[in-house]
């Protein structure tokens, strides 16, 4: 661990976030006794000795973002929120339980893994490994207290493999069924992923949340206790105690991604485009605001052409990003992993045909197709939009230079 130097506050103290003893103990002291504030990174990221400035004070954990898109920001959450949040998923889940700690603390699911297991006084069961085996899944889950509540937290990814591997492995199967709850966020499911999990006898739930909002604060559309939701000019705004306090370092950002109304109520800017259901009040997510492209003169929502792609059998893990056109100015493309069902003939035709069925606009008709033989993720479990990116512009220097289709036609699937 390291020390990180600031001014009129406690330090701000570095651990390497699979030192799960060190980090879990200054954790305990921050979130319970407010101490000293803890900032988990991976090992090889642990500083020597950078300065910190901590304001305001009553920080207990920094949180890096995954960076998907952009650099990392760090993010700034009090103990008050930490603890709030805790309770607040306690009482959704029916109570006090174990955790099964399956993501890296150095993301904010993670970390709240082990914010609910102080609170609760009891000790999490850590998935060892580099990578997320269903069958180490299994028998992790084989050591959690049988007698009481069992919890875990995982990305569609980690899922993903569950269900499949459940398929034909009945001890995958089983620990599956084994939850009091799962919980399941950080990126939207692919279509039917939940559905699958649920018909085999889990207990899953879709959590919406950020490391802004120390977490999943929405389970199933639906806000947890004391947190607010509403839509101001098409883009979601979240409201609670569980609110962070800051970017750290950076106050234009932080004072453009949180604002306080007449009453004030401190609202956190999601960034997500959504709508409250009028029938049943849930919330639904459509998209990023920063993911909407101008095709053709045409708003299109990447986040909408993603859904309707994955409706696509074989397509079920694809990503769709955008890409420039000189005749459009801006199209979508989808990114996906080679599959039998995915490399049929006119796959780009059947896409168009999937978008058109969702009710969308011909302008948002996937223009170009790259299969991966597995696509980039962060150790988060989400996909890694920057490689992705790389990828497609590579794909297009090729095509380019090796050109001889007719300009007119779209772009056969490429395949790195």
Not at 167 to 184: F, K, N
Request: with cysteine.
């Amino acid at each position: 661990m390291a020390l990180l130097s600031a001014r009129g506050s406690w330090p701000l103290l570095a651990v390497a976030s699979d030192d799960l003893p060190a980090l879990t103990a200054q954790l305990r002291d921050a979130v319970l006794l407010d101490a000293m504030p803890v900032l988990p990174l991976p090992r090889e990221r642990v500083p020597a000795d950078p300065v910190v400035s901590l304001e305001p004070e009553g920080i207990a954990l920094v949180i890096e973002t995954s960076g998907s898109t952009a650099s990392p920001k760090r993010v700034a959450l009090s103990s008050e929120a930490l603890r709030l949040s805790a309770r607040s998923v306690m009482r959704e889940l029916g109570g006090h339980g174990q955790w099964l700690l399956a993501l890296p603390t150095h993301y904010i699911a993670g970390a709240q893994v082990l914010v609910r297991s102080i609170i609760a006084g009891t000790t999490p069961v850590v998935l060892e490994g580099g990578g997320f085996d269903p069958v180490a899944f299994a028998a992790a889950s084989a050591r959690l207290d049988p007698a009481g509540l069992r919890f875990t937290s995982l990305v569609p990814v980690q899922l993903a493999r569950l269900v499949d591997a459940a398929e034909t492995d009945p001890a995958v199967a089983e620990a599956m069924r084994s939850y009091d709850r799962i919980l399941v966020g950080g990126q939207s499911a692919p279509t039917g992923l939940v559905e699958r999990a649920c018909a085999m006898g889990a207990l899953v739930t879709r959590t919406y949340g950020s490391t802004e909002t120390a977490g999943g604060c929405v389970y199933d559309g639906r806000p947890l206790e004391n947190v607010g939701v509403r839509i101001v000019d098409g883009v979601v705004e979240l409201s609670g105690p569980m609110l962070a306090e800051e970017y750290l370092g950076d106050a234009e950002l932080t004072e453009a991604a949180f604002t306080t109304d007449a009453a004030g109520n401190r609202w956190y800017r999601t960034g997500d485009l959504g709508s409250i259901d009028d029938d049943d009040g849930r919330l639904l997510i459509t998209g990023r605001a920063d993911d909407v492209i101008i095709s053709g003169g045409v708003k299109v929502v990447l986040g909408e052409v993603e859904r309707a792609v994955r409706a696509v059998p074989g397509f079920e893990h694809a990503v769709v990003l955008r890409v420039e056109d000189l005749e459009w100015g801006e199209r979508a493309a989808v990114v996906a992993p080679e599959t039998d069902a995915a490399a049929a003939h006119d796959a780009l035709g059947i896409l168009a045909a999937a978008t058109d069925a969702a009710g969308l606009t011909p302008a948002a008709r996937p223009a170009r197709l790259l299969f991966v033989d597995e696509l980039p993720s962060l150790d988060s479990g989400k996909p890694d939009l920057q490689t992705l990116a790389v990828l497609l512009e590579r794909d297009r220097d090729r095509e380019r230079a090796s050109a001889s289709a007719d300009a007119e036609s779209p772009p056969p699937p490429s395949r790195i």
